[in-house]
């Protein structure tokens, strides 16, 4: 089984058709509900993706997957009715090949610095070049941060020194499989406790 069969279903069958049963469990119609989104967690718990709520059901009901957590609503298949998972995890363990680093995105600095100001503690609003661009900054995690549009506008193309600001720590790179969805997407706060990330995290 690979991660990209998984994020990328293939379901035949039309609603209101018999399937054969020996091809396996019938894929619930299309629903509203199910055009949501649902985090895929590795048979080790660990985050590996997100799917939509139409794939992750199937999933269940091919056995490749158990409901972690589920929502109130219930979509309804040939022989059975399902309530729509929001997390589930796989019954067999995948290898994934994980980026060497995390991608570098305005969402990721964001969630790194926890949606604030890495110079005065406000909410942030724009990222910042510690080391200006003018002045040979790199466009990489050692070097952006997340900054207040005040801060941003004030320190301009000068440097920390010249400002006679200081980091509270050293900007680096993340790390950790959650962070490859952490940058990327809204993160719904059901999934949080498998994301490993606090409730003051939005991303």
């Not at 926890?114 to 995690?141: K, L, M």
């Not at 200081?166 to 993340?174: E, G, I, K």
């Amino acid at each position: 089984m690979s991660i990209t069969a998984l994020g990328s279903p293939s379901v035949s069958g039309r609603p209101g058709t018999h399937a054969d049963p020996s091809s396996g469990p019938c894929a619930p119609a299309p629903a509203p509900v199910t055009t949501a989104a649902t985090l895929l967690l590795n048979a080790t718990y660990e985050p590996l993706c997100v799917v939509s709520s139409r794939r992750a059901i199937v999933l269940v009901l091919g056995a490749k997957a158990e409901a972690v957590d589920v929502t109130e609503d219930l979509v309804h298949a040939e022989r059975l009715a399902l309530a729509v998972p929001v997390v589930v995890r796989l019954t067999r363990y995948v290898r994934v090949p994980y980026p060497v680093q995390v991608p570098l995105s305005r969402r990721a600095v964001f969630t790194r610095d926890g949606q604030t100001c890495v110079y005065c503690g406000a909410s942030a609003t724009s990222i910042d070049h510690v080391v200006p661009r003018s002045r040979g900054g790199t466009h990489s995690w050692d070097n952006v941060v997340a900054a207040c549009r005040r801060c941003n506008h004030q320190k301009a193309d000068r440097s920390l020194a010249e400002m006679g600001w200081s980091l509270p720590h050293p900007p680096r790179a993340p790390s950790g499989a959650a962070w490859r969805l952490l940058g990327h997407r809204t993160v719904d706060p059901r999934w949080r406790e498998w994301l490993g990330v606090p409730d003051s995290v939005s991303a």
